[in-house]
């Protein structure tokens, strides 16, 4: 089966600084990569996904980028806040028409100091 | 905005007890999915559902473990006999496609004494 590792478990950064997280999958199947947010208490949040027919992903000041032949993809988080202190996972699934088994990466608890 | 909810938000129980997890997934939508979080650990999948069956399940749904819509808006997990080991934050999630994007709830978190 899938497995996803994510890297590092830990990030703290200074407000306005940039904060890079990695992911790399084994399944050379899968073909949906997303990024969840998930405060503390709360329930994790679609933040941004990307398709394994598509290199690069941008959203404001969040992008994902994705190496297939690598088996990889990253989070990049510009300008960085406050409030986007939080956990982050990444995940990957092989999607079809029966559903969209997710398999998560061990998570990233990211720090944004004031 | 729609949003799927669960309900309890804990449970406590005793080990060997059964214990049923509610979920009300967005009402538009098809596929259902129960996760699990031990407290410090990875979230993991445990089943999906489509069309009234499972499509899928991974090695921690063993037959201890059971989903259910009983009617048109609940999607229940039922866990038979509990185990302290069965101690975690459950996630029910939704989504409206197959390859759609998959919303959470707010999870139960489970403790099995």
């Known amino acids: 089966g899938e497995n996803v590792e994510q890297h590092p478990s830990t990030l703290s950064v200074q407000e306005g600084d940039s904060a890079v997280i990695k992911c790399t999958y084994s399944d050379s199947a899968s073909n949906y990569f997303p990024w969840y947010k998930q405060e503390l208490g709360k329930r994790p949040q679609l933040i941004i996904d990307i398709r394994s027919n598509v290199g690069e992903k941008k959203d404001q000041r969040i992008a994902v980028t994705l190496n297939k032949t690598a088996k990889h993809f990253s989070l990049h988080i510009t300008e960085t806040q406050p409030e986007d202190s939080a956990v982050y996972f990444c995940a990957a699934s092989t999607m079809n028409n029966a559903g969209n088994m997710l398999t998560f990466g061990g998570g990233t608890r990211l720090m944004v100091k004031p | 905005e729609p949003e799927v909810t669960q309900t309890p938000s804990h449970q406590v129980t005793q080990m060997g007890q059964e214990v049923i997890l509610r979920c009300v997934p967005i009402?538009?939508?098809?596929?259902f999915y129960w996760y699990r979080q031990i407290l410090g650990q990875k979230v993991e999948f445990l089943v999906s559902?489509?069309?009234?069956?499972?499509?899928?399940k991974s090695e921690i749904f063993d037959d201890q473990f059971s989903v259910e819509r009983p009617d048109g808006s609940n999607f229940t997990l039922k866990i038979r006999s509990t185990k302290l080991e069965d101690s975690a934050m459950y996630f029910c999630?939704?989504?409206?496609?197959?390859?759609?994007?998959?919303?959470f709830g707010p999870g139960t978190r489970l403790t099995v004494l």
């Open positions: 559902f489509y069309n009234n069956e499972i499509s899928e």
């Open positions: 999630a939704s989504s409206e496609l197959g390859e759609g994007e998959q919303f």
């Open positions: 009402s538009n939508h098809l596929y």
